[in-house]
């Protein structure tokens, strides 16, 4: 491995197993809950799940990294661990900096508008009140939440599933990240917001950052990624160029 | 440990795309030499408090933020900041002050009571608020890496903003009950300071139980409730420990109670009749040391947790 390259993210040998409280029975009902506790048995239903199998590799600044592979492969698992979110069970994550990941789920704070959200989110992610001023408007602009009416002055919780992704998505991507892990993020705007979010993936990395993209637009992965990792069931199949482990990835879906 | 699927079929992988085979420790080894750090791991105690005043804007910006929101639903909107106190006091005025005359023999009821109704408010909102510092903002914390601890922190300064609006009325309350302003007053001010980082410390251990528990969200009002009986909130303390009939050392413990402590500490800054003579004993000594004891403990244990929260 040339040595001119620079890690931003080595993931060695990572193992990550954990609980699944929700698999439980009779887990609403009152008596059943107080008999549990009085009779200190195991929980039956709580499972382990071996999502993440020893996985390891090392990314490096200004790479784009596409993680590919079927629904249950632990692909969201495993951008969690490297955020830091997820313990692993086995093994370790290094990361240059903080990594930050953008989820779909992921709601800010939905009664406050989206002005204070962005200021809030500018703070939180460590940025100064004079850098988020300057800022603001390339924020607000970026989401495309004005473009239909004045909607950035109104409570977050008012915002539909897309315009609140948008919007997280442009904060976040505000600041220039080290490390950026995106899940399914781009996949909930429209295409002139896929279009913008594509543009601003390839500046951070230009700014030497890396970037992380799980999406299950193949499209989207070779447009967006030039390395791809193809994860399947918590095993990773194959590392190398996108265009040639989606071009393998979807030969293998089309023959099942 | 349940296998979820069958490996996969052996793929006729190209050999320039299968994942390299990496030698036990040479990862390790590749991170170490270009000062990579541990994903997850908790900074150490030194480097999370310089994190944390990295935050500081972050911290009253959200304070003030949540304190604006609180209300904005309501039609009076921030008006609402004052009339609850208030009302508070009004319904306690009725309860304690006419139907169940605890009043006899505590000169200057209302101020007495009023004051009492809004340092206890502070504590118990804040104890409160902690509880929900961490699950009611767990967006937030999955979503953005700050240190964790300015949530709480945060929220006990909301409710140290919110008590401001509080001391305004009692201002008012106090004139109309014909207490002028004299120099003593001055003395609501480490008094307050004291509660504030009791109150935080608190919190923060608060925080960090509801956010692997959620159960004790469920539990607090019943033991605040409790505690505000014990406190002497309602009526005077000093008068009911009076005399024998307590053993000493409930005596002891009802005097060395925070709430109590700082209740009666606001009591003597602003109201004439409330002497020294009504203050249990190193009453200042005893409100430092649960500032300090509490405010560090607190942070401390908050800190201990660092990693996990928001997991899961």
């Given at each position: 491995?040339?040595?001119?390259?620079?890690?931003?993210?080595?993931?060695?040998?990572?193992?990550?197993?954990?609980?699944?409280?929700?698999?439980?029975?009779?887990?609403g009902?009152?008596?059943?809950?107080?008999?549990?506790?009085a009779?200190r048995?195991?929980?039956?239903?709580?499972?382990?799940?071996?999502?993440?199998?020893?996985?390891?590799?090392?990314?490096?600044?200004g790479?784009?990294?596409?993680?590919?592979?079927?629904?249950?492969?632990?692909?969201?698992?495993?951008?969690?661990?490297?955020?830091?979110?997820?313990?692993?069970?086995?093994?370790?994550?290094?990361?240059?900096?903080?990594?930050?990941?953008?989820?779909?789920?992921?709601?800010l704070?939905?009664?406050?508008?989206?002005?204070?959200?962005?200021?809030?989110?500018?703070?939180?992610?460590?940025?100064?009140?004079?850098?988020?001023?300057?800022r603001?408007?390339?924020?607000?602009?970026f989401?495309?939440?004005?473009?239909?009416?004045?909607?950035?002055?109104?409570?977050?919780?008012?915002?539909?599933?897309?315009?609140?992704?948008?919007l997280?998505?442009?904060?976040?991507?505000a600041?220039?990240?080290?490390?950026?892990?995106?899940?399914?993020?781009?996949?909930t705007?429209?295409?002139?917001?896929?279009?913008?979010?594509?543009?601003?993936?390839?500046?951070l990395?230009?700014?030497?950052?890396?970037?992380?993209?799980?999406s299950?637009?193949?499209?989207?992965?070779t447009?967006?990624c030039?390395?791809?990792?193809?994860?399947?069931?918590?095993?990773?199949?194959?590392?190398?160029?996108?265009?040639?482990?989606?071009?393998?990835?979807e030969?293998?879906?089309?023959?099942? | 440990?349940?296998?979820q699927?069958?490996?996969?079929?052996?793929?006729?992988?190209?050999?320039?795309?299968?994942?390299?085979?990496?030698?036990?420790?040479?990862?390790?080894?590749?991170?170490?030499?270009?000062?990579?750090?541990v994903?997850?791991a908790?900074?150490?105690?030194?480097?999370?408090?310089?994190?944390?005043?990295?935050?500081?804007?972050f911290?009253?910006?959200?304070?003030?933020?949540?304190?604006?929101?609180?209300?904005?639903?309501?039609?009076?909107?921030?008006?609402?900041?004052?009339?609850?106190?208030?009302?508070?006091?009004?319904?306690?005025?009725?309860?304690f002050?006419?139907?169940?005359?605890?009043?006899?023999?505590?000169?200057?009821?209302?101020?007495?009571?009023?004051?009492?109704?809004?340092?206890?408010?502070?504590?118990?909102?804040?104890?409160?608020?902690?509880?929900?510092?961490?699950?009611?903002?767990?967006?937030?914390?999955?979503?953005?890496?700050?240190?964790?601890?300015?949530?709480?922190?945060?929220?006990?300064?909301?409710?140290?903003?919110?008590?401001?609006?509080?001391?305004?009325?009692?201002?008012?309350?106090?004139?109309?009950?014909?207490?002028?302003?004299?120099?003593?007053?001055?003395?609501?001010?480490?008094?307050?300071?004291?509660?504030?980082?009791?109150?935080?410390?608190?919190?923060?251990?608060?925080?960090?139980?509801?956010?692997?528990?959620?159960?004790?969200?469920?539990?607090?009002?019943?033991?605040?409730?409790t505690?505000?009986?014990?406190?002497?909130?309602?009526?005077?303390?000093?008068?009911?420990?009076?005399?024998?009939?307590?053993?000493?050392?409930?005596?002891?413990?009802?005097?060395?109670?925070?709430?109590?402590?700082?209740?009666?500490?606001?009591?003597?800054?602003?109201?004439?009749?409330?002497?020294?003579?009504?203050?249990?004993?190193?009453?200042?000594?005893?409100?430092?040391?649960?500032?300090?004891?509490?405010?560090?403990?607190?942070?401390?244990?908050?800190?201990?947790?660092?990693?996990?929260?928001?997991?899961?």
């Open positions: 491995m040339a040595e001119s390259r620079i890690p931003t993210v080595v993931v060695d040998d990572v193992h990550i197993t954990y609980k699944v409280n929700g698999a439980r029975t009779g887990r009902s009152a008596t059943s809950a107080l008999s549990r506790i009779s048995r195991q929980i039956p239903g709580v499972r382990e799940v071996h999502a993440v199998r020893g996985v390891s590799f090392a990314a490096y600044k790479e784009a990294i596409g993680l590919i592979g079927s629904n249950g492969s632990g692909k969201s698992t495993l951008l969690k661990a490297i955020a830091g979110l997820l313990p692993a069970s086995r093994g370790r994550v290094h990361t240059h900096g903080q990594p930050s990941l953008l989820g779909v789920n992921a709601a704070m939905s009664d406050l508008t989206g002005e204070r959200n962005v200021v809030l989110g500018g703070l939180a992610m460590g940025m100064s009140r004079a850098e988020i001023r300057e603001y408007d390339e924020i607000v602009d989401s495309g939440i004005n473009e239909k009416g004045d909607f950035i002055t109104l409570p977050m919780r008012t915002y539909s599933s897309g315009m609140g992704a948008r997280r998505f442009s904060i976040a991507a600041k220039n990240h080290d490390v950026l892990l995106i899940d399914e993020a781009l996949s705007g429209d295409a002139r917001f896929q279009q913008r979010s594509k543009a601003r993936i390839l500046e990395r230009q700014q030497a950052g890396t970037v992380f993209l799980v299950h637009n193949n499209k989207s992965i447009e967006t030039d390395r791809a990792l193809w994860l399947e069931a918590g095993r990773l199949r194959m590392d190398g160029p996108a265009k040639e482990v989606m071009a393998e990835y030969h293998f879906t089309k023959k099942r | 440990m349940v296998s699927t069958t490996a996969p079929a052996p793929a006729k992988t190209p050999p320039h795309l299968s994942p390299p085979v990496y030698a036990s420790g040479e990862l390790a080894a590749l991170a170490a030499r270009h000062g990579l750090t994903s997850g908790r900074p150490t105690l030194a480097a999370y408090v310089r994190q944390l005043w990295g935050r500081r804007h911290i009253t910006a959200f304070a003030t933020a949540k304190l604006t929101a609180q209300y904005s639903q309501a039609k009076l909107g921030q008006i609402w900041q004052i009339m609850t106190p208030l009302l508070n006091a009004t319904v306690y005025y009725f309860i002050g006419i139907l169940m005359k605890t009043k006899h023999g505590v000169p200057d009821f209302v101020p007495f009571l009023v004051t009492g109704v809004f340092i206890w408010t502070f504590t118990s909102s804040s104890i409160t608020a902690g509880t929900r510092a961490i699950s009611g903002n767990i967006g937030l914390v999955r979503a953005l890496h700050f240190p964790r601890a300015s949530l709480p922190i945060s929220l006990a300064l909301q409710q140290l903003q919110q008590l401001l609006f509080s001391l305004g009325a009692l201002v008012l309350i106090l004139l109309a009950f014909g207490q002028y302003p004299r120099p003593s007053w001055l003395l609501a001010v480490p008094a307050l300071a004291l509660q504030a980082v009791f109150n935080t410390g608190v919190s923060m251990v608060m925080a960090r139980l509801a956010a692997r528990t959620p159960d004790i969200a469920q539990l607090t009002p019943f033991v605040l409730r505690w505000m009986y014990a406190s002497g909130v309602m009526w005077s303390m000093d008068k009911m420990l009076a005399g024998d009939r307590v053993p000493h050392w409930v005596k002891l413990a009802l005097e060395a109670n925070p709430a109590a402590v700082f209740i009666d500490l606001m009591r003597f800054a602003l109201i004439d009749s409330f002497g020294g003579d009504q203050l249990p004993p190193h009453v200042w000594a005893v409100a430092a040391g649960w500032a300090l004891v509490c405010g560090a403990g607190g942070f401390i244990y908050f800190w201990k947790a660092e990693e996990s929260y928001g997991r899961g």
